[in-house]
C-alpha cells in the first residue's frame, strides 16, 4: 500500500514555484482525459467487432454431412 504525501513543515516555499508544480499536473489531467477517450474507443471498436462475429457464426447454416 503506497502512503499518501504529507505537507512539508517549512512554510517558506515561494508562490511561483507552486504555480511551476501545478503546471504539469494540469497537462497530465488533460491528457488523461484524451487517454480514457481513446481507450474507451478502442474497447467499443473491439466489443462492435466481437459481437458481429458471433451474429455472423451464429446464423451459418449446418453443413450436411458427408457419409
Partial sequence: MAR????PEDDSADDAGA???KAPAAKAEAGSG?????VTGAAIGI?????VA???YA???PK???C
Avoid at 499518501?4 to 505537507?7: I, Q, V
Avoid at 484524451?34 to 481513446?38: G, I, P, Q, V
Avoid at 466489443?47 to 459481437?51: I, K, V, Y
Wanted: charged residues 25%; glycine residues 4%.
Fill in 4 to 7: 499518501t504525501p504529507s505537507p
Fill in 64 to 66: 450436411p454431412d458427408k
Fill in 19 to 21: 504555480e511551476a508544480e
Fill in 47 to 51: 466489443g462492435s467487432a466481437a459481437l
Fill in 34 to 38: 484524451r487517454t480514457k477517450r481513446l
Fill in 54 to 56: 458471433a451474429l455472423l
Fill in 59 to 61: 446464423n451459418l447454416s
